[in-house]
């Protein structure tokens, strides 16, 4: 399949690009999450326009999760948001990888919702690692680009958290 590389669709996926980039740059919680939902909002046109509704449908569960994660951290909203996903796949999914990008919120929510410190970041990663594979499927250039950065921006912050943590004393 050959990619028009200035179609609609990728010229979105490229604005997704760079409000994720953006989003991972902001230091302030509240402005991170507040460019993570732009991102969202950029990715669901951009897989709207691909045709894939799983990518669609995760991507709007992660805008919700991105705006609830504002204002809760409540193990029933992650709970609440991880079936929402799950039921989003049960009626989307024809194929297997179409559980790809479902699978990679219900990892993020988790991991928003429930974890902290490097554990977060390598479920995060674990996410993007499955953004990565569904998007070289989708045939999104700005998406995989994105998640490719994201990963690489993870192991830098999981590398020099790890760096930085306090030895475990000796016994």
């Known amino acids: 399949?050959?990619?028009?590389?200035?179609?609609?669709?990728q010229?979105?996926?490229?604005?997704a690009f760079?409000?994720?980039?953006?989003?991972?740059?902001?230091k302030d919680d509240r402005r991170f999450k507040l460019f993570m939902a732009a991102e969202c909002l950029a990715y669901i046109i951009h897989f709207t326009l691909l045709g894939r509704p799983t990518a669609v449908a995760s991507s709007t569960m992660s805008l919700l999760r991105s705006v609830l994660a504002l204002y809760t951290r409540s193990k029933w909203v992650a709970f609440f948001v991880v079936m929402a996903n799950l039921g989003l796949g049960w009626h989307f999914a024809t194929r297997p990888s179409d559980w790809l990008p479902l699978g990679a919120s219900c990892i993020g929510t988790l991991a928003l919702f429930l974890m902290e410190g490097v554990r977060m970041r390598f479920a995060m990663l674990c996410g993007?690692?499955?953004w990565i594979v569904n998007n070289v499927i989708?045939?999104?250039?700005?998406?995989?680009?994105l998640e490719l950065v994201i990963a690489c921006v993870n192991l830098v912050t999981i590398r020099r958290m790890l760096r930085e943590a306090p030895a475990a004393p000796q016994a």
């Open 1 to 9: 399949m050959a990619i028009d590389w200035f179609s609609p669709a």
């Open 11 to 15: 010229c979105v996926g490229y604005a």
């Open 18 to 26: 760079v409000l994720g980039v953006a989003s991972f740059a902001q």
């Open 128 to 130: 993007t690692v499955l």
């Open 138 to 145: 989708a045939g999104s250039v700005g998406g995989t680009a």
